[in-house]
């Protein structure tokens, strides 16, 4: 029983951190909380079910499919909505623009599918298993892989790539990046484009997995995740995967040995708890002030 | 007085004013918090609702007076901003942020399941105390206060440490008091627009008082121009009427908001008004000639 709880909760948890990996790749190079990418994600979870349900694509196209379209619709978002503002305005001016957007992507989407929940077709057999004494079943296997494979693909790219030591060094400093000859416009288009992809994945997996998908999944998921970034250490990487699969554990074994209606109150009152005690989250780097 | 307004005035633009009253209230709490001291708080709702849910619980289980009702909403709400400001004094920005939408969830969760409170279905037959002329005075009296405060060496001291809290602290701001004294004031004001909102509504539900009223609120304090008092009514009129006037496009109304959102952004990156001051403004007008 626990660790068939242990199992859900990295489930949920590992879509958690799939999209706190698109706020905290952001955050750590232009400092702004992403207040859109929670729709990237819902349209991810419609884009895919578009896919499967009009052009009978299995799964993997599906997912494939998501991931390039929400790609260009983060780059599309960050061109008109965000770059205007960039370096001329104050951090919470872009917050309210991507506010904004927010707003603008789910209330369109209500108008495209109407504001109710539309299900998603049973696209993988409800194949159970046990690994001894755990019941496992064949879609939490695959959403597991995937997104293992997801982030350990992530990992290479920052680490190995051009690219990747481009993105580095613009959350390290980022004139000093733009003197160094490194396109910084081209970087943090990059980093939406890859974000938004990691969250239409996390989209696509969550809608199969819940069998339901709605115009404004969006703001929980995004506002849950955002807290996953945080309690990871906004910025960190690494902490995003450790505090999206944290999360999901924890708030899996609230409802399961507390009480399931207080849910949501269950995760944001260990993040509290957890950053009072460290305030730069689990894996964040404590900066010192200058002055 | 309100007697002759429901006689002259139609009904709908009276509503509007009440609302813009009660949204002015919440505003310049806010702008207490997140304009002035620039501790970003994206749960204002919270204290929102502890001041709704206190004040209607007073008045229909306990048949207290009305300002009497409002008063120890706006005072629970200012013991909790007193004790969500505590962890400010570690955590910053974002952090700070993540902790207040926190904050407000976990409130709104708790009045989901708060048997005095109606639990999800909501709290009706709260009596419609509130008037325009009731909201208006206070509303004139808390410009008039904010505006004293913000002229003040207490009020200075905010604005240093939004502009350089070492500094502030170097220049001998107990920025540790200050910063809880922001959010507690700030959260009295909350609770009191709450207040006034439960008593005009008839009826409240969690649902009121959810992370996109906490978004709203800060959009009008950010629009407008953080920190600036005619700014942040200005962003407030606006944001209340806009919803209102964009009923002509109907279904497409909130993708209109959100468009708004990011136009006057991109046009006006400091809002409106960004750091106006009363105070300046008088003093450009009755500025002497050298």
Not at chain 2, 240 to 248: H, S
Request: glycine fraction near 12%; proline fraction near 2%.
């Amino acid at each position: 029983m626990f660790l068939e709880q242990v199992l859900n909760g990295l489930t949920l948890g590992s879509t958690y951190a799939l999209i706190a990996l698109g706020y905290t790749m952001v955050y750590g190079i232009v400092q702004l909380i992403n207040f859109a990418h929670g729709e990237i994600y819902m349209f991810g979870a419609f884009i895919g079910l578009f896919l499967v349900t009009a052009l009978g694509l299995n799964i993997f196209a599906a997912l494939l499919g998501a991931m390039i379209f929400c790609m260009l619709l983060g780059m599309l978002v960050e061109r008109i909505a965000y770059r205007p503002l960039r370096g001329k305005s104050s951090r919470l001016s872009a917050l309210i623009s991507a506010i904004g957007v927010s707003i603008f992507l789910s209330t369109l989407m209500a108008l495209i599918r109407g504001p109710n929940t539309t299900r998603y077709p049973e696209m993988i057999a409800q194949n159970t298993f046990y690994l001894g004494s755990v019941e496992v079943s064949a879609l939490q296997i695959i959403i597991l892989v995937v997104s293992a494979l997801l982030m350990i693909g992530l990992q290479l790219l920052i680490q190995k790539t051009r690219i990747g030591k481009a993105m580095r060094a613009c959350s390290q400093d980022i004139d000093a990046s733009s003197l160094m000859g490194i396109n910084v416009n081209r970087v943090i288009s990059f980093t939406f484009a890859i974000g938004s992809a990691l969250a239409a994945a996390g989209g696509v997996m969550v809608g199969i997995y819940y069998n339901a998908v709605w115009p404004y999944m969006g703001t929980m998921a995004g506002l849950k995740a955002f807290a996953a970034a945080v309690l990871g250490g906004i910025g960190s990487v690494p902490g995003a995967m450790v505090g999206g699969l944290t999360l999901g554990i924890l708030e899996i074994m609230g409802v399961a040995y507390l009480s399931s209606s207080y849910k949501d109150a269950i995760a944001f009152a260990i993040l509290i708890l957890v950053l009072i005690i460290r305030p730069q989250g689990l894996m964040g780097q404590k900066i010192s002030k200058k002055v | 007085m309100d007697a002759f307004l429901t006689q002259y005035v139609d009904a709908y633009y009276l509503r509007i004013m009440v609302f813009i009253g009660i949204n002015i209230i919440l505003t310049l709490g806010l702008n207490l918090i997140t304009g002035v001291t620039g501790q970003l708080s994206m749960g204002h709702a919270g204290f929102m609702s502890l001041g709704a849910y206190t004040s209607a619980i007073l008045s229909v289980h306990y048949a207290v007076p009305f300002f009497v009702a409002l008063l120890a909403g706006a005072l629970v709400a200012a013991l909790f901003g007193f004790l969500l400001g505590i962890p400010t004094l570690r955590l910053e920005g974002d952090y700070l942020a993540v902790v207040t939408i926190g904050f407000a969830e976990i409130i709104r969760v708790f009045f989901l399941n708060f048997e005095p409170g109606g639990k999800a279905v909501g709290f009706s037959g709260i009596p419609q105390s509130t008037t325009f002329t009731g909201v208006w005075i206070v509303v004139i009296i808390v410009i008039y206060l904010n505006y004293k405060l913000l002229n003040s060496r207490a009020g200075r001291s905010l604005y240093a440490i939004r502009e350089n809290e070492i500094a502030a602290e170097a220049c001998g701001v107990n920025t540790t008091r200050m910063k809880v004294l922001a959010f507690t004031m700030g959260a009295f004001l909350g609770g009191l627009g709450g207040g006034f909102f439960a008593h005009y509504m008839y009826f409240i539900e969690p649902g009121n008082f959810g992370f996109m009223k906490s978004i709203e609120l800060l959009n009008m304090v950010v629009l407008g121009g953080m920190g600036s008092i005619p700014g942040v009514i200005l962003g407030t009129v606006i944001l209340t009427i806009a919803p209102e006037m964009l009923r002509i496009v109907q279904d497409y109304r909130m993708l209109f908001y959100g468009a708004l959102l990011v136009i006057l952004m991109i046009f006006r990156p400091n809002g409106l008004l960004g750091d106006v001051r009363i105070y300046d403004i008088k003093k450009r007008l009755f500025r002497k000639e050298v």
